[in-house]
């Protein structure tokens, strides 16, 4: 299967209740197509240094910003195709750079145990970015349902729908399935415009009819404020720990449950 592996592009956020996701939905018939995923639950591994160093910068809002993670586009396991990327944004322009390994691999490779065996522009920046930060965790895990469309006639026009956002900062693994604390209210959608250039005319009347407004989030970046942040240091330098049991069924682990987390220093 062919995908992409650079991007340049904007990418504008806006949070939703679900009356309003329906009426967007409503102006995108005859215009907008789902696209190869479809709905799908993504996965995100996220990386960072033993400060947050990254995650942090990126709250202070800089002019230039990087991010790195491993991608699985559902549960994944040893052999699972996954996705590196790197994130990159500049005077409001988002950069991707990606490339696909198995997941093993990629753990490896990004935790410093073994190269990529990579040949190429995108592995030569990775590891360029790598031996910047002196070396990486997986730091959070972060997940979502979403919805995806391109229009019909502009395909660097897409419109993805997220909801059910949850992270958790233990058992980071794309192997261990979806589930965690929610960022964003049970019932709220992230939609967010990823274009080239203007977003059309249709859109912006939408958007100005039902009075939805530009916003700035980051799932990262709240998880880190909300639950990561918090219990760094707890106790006397001790970095939180989070713990899931079984038999809540606030907090979704692949098809059973999981309770909700609690930090201990």
Known sequence: MKYRTVFKRYELKYMLSAAQKEKIMKAMEGRMSPDSFGRTTIQNVYFDTDS?????????????KEKLRIRSYGRADADSTVFVELKKKYDGVVYKRRVSLAEAEAMDWIEGRRPSGLEGQIPREIDSFLARCGG??????ISY???AFFADDDPDLRITFDS????????????????????IPEGTFLMEIKCAGA?????????????????????????YTKYIFPGIYKGGNQICSVRYSAGSSTVPRQQSSASAAFFSA
Do not use: Q
């Not at 990486?136 to 895990?141: G, R, S, Y």
């Not at 956002?165 to 693994?173: H, K, L």
């Open 145 to 147: 349902d979403r919805e």
């Open 52 to 64: 947050y160093m990254l995650i942090r910068n990126s709250l202070d809002k800089p002019l230039y």
């Open 199 to 223: 977003i059309p005319l249709w859109l912006v009347g939408i958007l100005s009819e039902e009075r939805i407004y530009k916003t700035t989030f980051s799932k990262y970046g709240t998880a």
């Open 164 to 183: 059910n956002i949850f992270c958790r900062s233990t058992d980071i693994s794309l192997r261990s399935g979806a589930f965690g604390d929610r960022v």
């Open 136 to 141: 990486l965790k997986a730091a959070a895990f």
